[in-house]
Nanobody, 126 residues
Framework: QLQLVESGGGWVQPGGSLRLSCAPS????????IAWFRQAPGKEREGVAC????????YYGDSVRGRFTISRELNADTVYLQMNNLKPEDTAVYYC???????????????????WGQGTQVTVSS
């Protein structure tokens, strides 16, 4: 089964940091664009960050820009999401997804992505 596997979620106090990982199962990330989405209880899923597979260009959602950093380690075939200065409103299930080269108009369109992970829970509270 071709899917992505997320890890690194957990509980952290406000102001803390976590690093999420996204690795493929049954395929390689290659030049896929890789995005992180999140979904909080009672809310729609929203795009968080995305990294290109060709030029490593990045995209960020307005609510996380300046606090989150997406990166890609080619040798490990893994994408990371470094999350700093976490806030309670960052609490959500975080999903990674693989799709085509991202473009500004479609980067947050979930229908663009082929493979998804099962999600990892991030809880920010005191």
């Amino acid at each position: 089964q071709l899917q992505l596997v997320e890890s690194g979620g957990g509980w952290v106090q406000p102001g803390g940091s976590l690093r999420l990982s996204c690795a493929p199962s049954g395929f390689t990330l290659g030049t896929y664009g890789i995005a992180w989405f999140r979904q909080a209880p009672g809310k729609e899923r929203e795009g968080v960050a995305c990294i290109s597979g060709s030029d490593l260009g990045t995209y960020y959602g307005d609510s996380v820009r300046g606090r989150f950093t997406i990166s890609r380690e080619l040798n490990a075939d893994t994408v990371y999401l470094q999350m700093n200065n976490l806030k309670p409103e960052d609490t959500a299930v975080y999903y990674c997804a693989a799709g085509p080269e991202p473009y500004t108009r479609t980067v947050w369109d979930e229908n663009e992505y082929f493979y998804w992970g099962q999600g990892t829970q991030v809880t920010v509270s005191s």
